[in-house]
């Protein structure tokens, strides 16, 4: 099959200044055929929540922030033996009457692009002595003794120590690398496509890497500055107090601007309570170009949303069921979280391990569940959300619809509850794999009596009989010391604010504690 090509010319801006102009060769990839041209196309990337956790793991004093960006990714990467790709001439570069190029490497447009540059990643970072986390193939570690004199470090033996929160500072007669405060040097990094965010106690090991990548002459690394932006989030990192802020200031900028709202008035809220979506006449006929532009509007306030403001999920995850038919009215009432964000552009999410609240120890996990049983119009399913914190903020959250019907509320807050429960495992299996070890169940901070004595006993009969067998594992996580259901007044229940619109006071209390600019009142 003989796919044709085309440049693809732009200009490149680093933090909205102008840097360079680009210029590339595109393989037409949607002319390629499964089966013939390629046989795999899909590639890991770090989700968000794995990026956000491991920063907020590493809120340590004397832990810096690296962004390492890959040149030329995708021409770096070999094409698998099996896999023949053949182009039109390029053009501008005429080859003569029945001739064709032959692939030998991946180039920006195939459809196994991604896949053949991790597998290349993958095979050159391990060679360079990183390690891959088992629970995550996009982040990879390397451990090393940093006390003279002692014998290799294992996994086991950082379990052991209690963790960074708890080492002692080496002195610096005592080290093994000079720029490392630590027993144990550390590196972690976490592959986005071919962006490379890397956490690191010890410069020297990040050199030793960066020779090792260049010695192996395979992948082009260079470094970026420290991780702002990386991902379009500015991540800004302070070593001595190990506070590390996300925010997207900039793109919350681009945002207003491109739907010209630059002279508009802020708003205090995303939503207000007193708007009832339900209640909104939808046209039997969509309007195409409002249509199209609600769905991009609601895109690009997912990105925000998902990335670094919690405080508006609940808005975006309502305003997100009408896709198909919005209407002017919608369309205004997205333009209000716009207006909301305009307004807290600036605000941070901030991790810092000396701001954990009372009982929690730095680097434990501990979250939050709600759910509004029966709230959506007309198919009455349930919204349900959850916050997970860690330092002394939240890096994991949602706000969703539930899939099955609720018979109870309990029977919401049950779903809210395993579905918390599902994400905190992912997050403690990552957390113990880098040695930031979990040493008790996670508390889930829980404001329904019914739903906890539900998960605790396990006794699902009578009214709760028909509870499907999905949501019954929060049961043994119980058992099995993962999680730890923790009673919780519904006035000090964060996660409520993702479930349903809130006046102004609560909404912007619940929002200060979510985003550590206060602390959470102690739980006993």
């Known amino acids: 099959n003989l796919i044709g090509a085309k440049w693809v010319f732009k200009l490149k801006f680093k933090n909205n200044e102008y840097e360079r102009h680009k210029a590339r060769i595109?393989?037409?990839?949607?002319?390629?055929?499964?089966?013939?041209d390629y046989f795999a196309s899909f590639s890991p990337t770090a989700s968000y929540v794995t990026i956000r956790l491991i920063l907020a793991l590493t809120a340590l004093p004397f832990w810096y922030c690296v962004d390492l960006d890959a040149t030329g990714a995708f021409i770096s990467a070999p094409l698998p033996p099996n896999e023949q790709v053949y182009l039109k001439p390029i053009p501008g570069f005429p080859l003569g009457a029945g001739k064709c190029l032959k692939l030998l490497r991946t180039i920006y447009g195939l459809k196994q692009s991604p896949l053949a540059f991790y597998r290349l990643c993958k095979e050159v970072y391990t060679k360079c002595d990183l390690k891959m986390l088992e629970s995550d193939e996009c982040v990879f570690y390397r451990y090393a003794q940093n006390i003279k004199g002692q014998p290799p470090l294992t996994v086991e033996n950082l379990i052991e120590s209690g963790g960074f929160h708890t080492m002692p500072i080496v002195p610096r007669e005592q080290r093994v690398y000079a720029s490392c405060h630590y027993p144990v040097a550390c590196l972690i990094l976490v592959l986005y496509v071919d962006n490379n965010g890397v956490r690191h106690n010890c410069s020297e090991l990040l050199e030793e890497f960066e020779a090792a990548v260049k010695a192996d002459g395979r992948i082009d690394l260079h470094r970026e500055g420290d991780m702002n932006p990386f991902l379009s989030v500015r991540y800004l990192c302070d070593p001595l107090t190990g506070e590390i802020t996300a925010d997207q200031e900039p793109y919350i900028d681009a945002l207003v601007g491109r739907w010209g709202m630059q002279d508009a008035h802020p708003n205090k809220l995303p939503l207000h309570p007193s708007v009832d979506l339900t209640s909104i006449n939808l046209p039997a006929v969509p309007d195409a170009k409002i249509t199209g532009l609600y769905a991009q509007l609601i895109g690009e306030l997912m990105f925000v949303a998902i990335n670094t403001h919690p405080a508006i999920v609940q808005a975006v995850n309502g305003l997100a069921r009408f896709m198909t038919n919005a209407t002017s009215e919608l369309f205004t009432h997205a333009k209000g979280v716009v207006r909301y964000l305009k307004g807290h552009k600036?605000?941070?999410?901030?991790?810092?391990?000396?701001?954990?609240?009372h009982p929690f120890?730095?680097?434990?996990?501990?979250?939050?569940?709600?759910?509004?049983w029966a709230d959506v119009i007309p198919s009455r399913k349930s919204t349900y959300a959850y916050l997970i914190f860690c330092n002394g903020a939240a890096f994991s959250w949602k706000s969703a619809t539930a899939t099955t019907l609720a018979l109870s509320s309990a029977e919401a807050e049950l779903i809210a509850l395993c579905a918390c429960a599902a994400d905190i495992a992912y997050c403690r299996k990552i957390a113990n794999e880098l040695g930031f070890h979990q040493w008790r169940p996670t508390w889930i901070h829980e404001d329904n009596q019914g739903a906890k004595q539900l998960a605790e006993s396990g006794n699902f009969r009578g009214k709760s009989k028909h509870f499907e067998l999905r949501y019954r594992f929060l049961v043994d996580y119980i058992r099995r010391g993962i999680v730890f259901i923790k009673d919780i007044p519904r006035q000090r229940q964060l996660a409520d604010i993702g479930c349903a619109a809130r006046a102004f006071p609560q909404f912007d209390s619940f929002c200060k504690q979510i985003y550590g600019e206060e602390a959470i009142p102690a739980s006993e």
Not at 346 to 357: E, H
Not at 361 to 372: I, K, N, R, V
């Open 26 to 36: 595109v393989a037409l990839g949607y002319l390629q055929r499964a089966g013939k």
């Open 346 to 357: 600036s605000r941070k999410i901030v991790f810092n391990s000396a701001k954990v609240p």
């Open 361 to 372: 120890q730095p680097c434990e996990l501990y979250a939050f569940s709600d759910a509004s």
